[in-house]
């Protein structure tokens, strides 16, 4: 069961209008790495998770994500005024301006629609949250494009809110990673020659040595 609140989970402002910016955010509303696939691959994944924390931390999650596309939606409607008037658009999408009187749609920045083809779950919790981090990261740096292309105070305030919640969720899968080593697919990792084999394939010169695998962990992030 989900419940709305009637309040943003963080104000959002915009200095002016600026419809080409709105069409450049429209990729962190129905993009590849916007809030809407992270919202719904985190919850796609947590139907069949078992253990109860981790199913737990993936749909809080996934509800804060659905948060972060209602700011999104709402900065991409500050944005993009009052009237229709696909003039001023200079790059990305015009189709608010002629199809949907400035209702953002789940579209990316070219107006493609959002597909369920960005979800990514696959049943094994290290693959998913593995998944998920890059997600994560991801999400961050479309963000960090966008923060370095506009400098309406109110937008870029909104931007660094949502980049260091993408930080947070990073963060926290990180953790939950390290909670679960040696299960799934994190077992048996290197268990013959054939694991611990570097092809120099870019010869002269070689970089890397053999491979000594280990299941995939982090640092603790509450120990930096």
């Avoid at 989900?2 to 450049?24: C, G, I, Q, S, W």
């Avoid at 400035?102 to 290290?126: E, H, K, Q, R, V």
């Avoid at 990673?177 to 394939?201: M, P």
Wanted: glycine fraction near 8%; charged fraction near 25%; avoid cysteine.
């Amino acid at each position: 069961m989900f419940k709305h609140e009637k309040h943003l989970l963080h104000e959002v402002k915009v200095d002016r209008p600026n419809p080409t910016y709105a069409a450049m955010l429209q990729e962190q509303l129905g993009g590849a790495n916007g809030e809407l696939k992270a919202a719904l691959q985190y919850l796609a994944q947590s139907f069949r998770i078992k253990d109860k924390e981790i199913k737990d931390l993936f749909l809080d999650i996934a509800a804060e994500e659905l948060g972060h596309m209602e700011m999104v939606a709402t900065m991409i409607n500050m944005l993009n005024g009052h009237d229709v008037e696909g003039q001023v658009v200079m790059s990305g999408t015009i189709e608010p301006q002629v199809l949907s009187g400035l209702t953002p749609m789940l579209t990316n920045a070219s107006g493609a629609p959002f597909t369920g083809n960005y979800i990514s779950a696959t049943g094994d919790l290290a693959a998913d949250i593995l998944s998920n981090v890059a997600a994560e990261q991801g999400a961050k740096v479309v963000y960090e494009y966008l923060y370095r292309q506009i400098n309406d105070k109110g937008v870029r305030e909104t931007i660094d809110f949502l980049l260091n919640r993408e930080e947070a969720h990073n963060a926290l899968f990180r953790e939950a990673l390290n909670k679960i080593q040696g299960k799934g697919s994190g077992k048996d990792y290197g268990v013959d020659e054939d694991a611990r084999l570097y092809f120099d394939l870019s010869a002269p010169g070689q970089y890397f040595k053999d491979p000594q695998p280990t299941s995939p962990g982090f640092q603790n992030p509450r120990q930096h």
